[in-house]
């Protein structure tokens, strides 16, 4: 059982994944620098940047499609409160980018998770065996991640996760 601090890249983290990337998020509100002026935009339009190829999204779509192509499953489980805060709403619009590179997404309303053991960070699941935590302050700014392989840990997400997919509705059946 290792924990490091030594965080890779995305693109290493998921260019290195061989069968699933799983990918669990349970906050209500992420202020993460990179998306804060597309974030005050859409507040202000309602209007949201969903061009794969465009300098905000083509890092993202290009790895996604690469390792799609390869056969690896990725799969983003959101687990939101209702009614939606803004920020959920604002990834959801953004989410037809995420779909269209390969990833499969659901949700999960809040109320429909009581009863499942959850890990306290989002996470990433890479091949059922390696989890990278992320980890936020109170306001959502990310306070970096780390890296695990304990095989405890795994399980937990692997089965947390598993629970959450099975109850969750797919994008384009959740109407928020």
């Not at 939606?84 to 995420?98: I, K, P």
């Not at 059922?128 to 109170?138: A, E, M, Y």
Request: glycine share 8%; proline share 5%.
């Amino acid at each position: 059982m290792t924990q490091s601090d030594v965080v890779p890249g995305f693109d290493v983290l998921l260019d290195g994944a061989r069968h699933s990337a799983f990918h669990l998020e349970m906050r209500d509100a992420y202020g993460v620098a990179e998306e804060s002026s597309g974030f005050a935009d859409w507040l202000a339009t309602g209007r949201r940047n969903t061009d794969p190829d465009s300098e905000y999204w083509a890092f993202w779509t290009g790895l996604v499609r690469r390792i799609t192509a390869r056969g690896v499953s990725v799969r983003r489980a959101r687990i939101v409160s209702e009614p939606l805060s803004d920020y959920s709403r604002y990834s959801h619009a953004g989410a037809v980018v995420n779909i269209a590179a390969g990833e499969e997404i659901r949700y999960l309303p809040r109320r429909h998770a009581s009863n499942i053991a959850l890990p306290g960070n989002d996470f990433w699941l890479i091949d059922g065996r390696l989890v990278r935590w992320n980890h936020f302050t109170g306001n959502g700014t990310s306070a970096g991640g780390e890296m695990s392989d304990d095989p405890a840990a795994a399980a937990l997400c692997a089965t947390a996760f598993t629970a959450v997919w099975e109850r969750a509705v797919p994008y384009e059946d959740y109407k928020p």
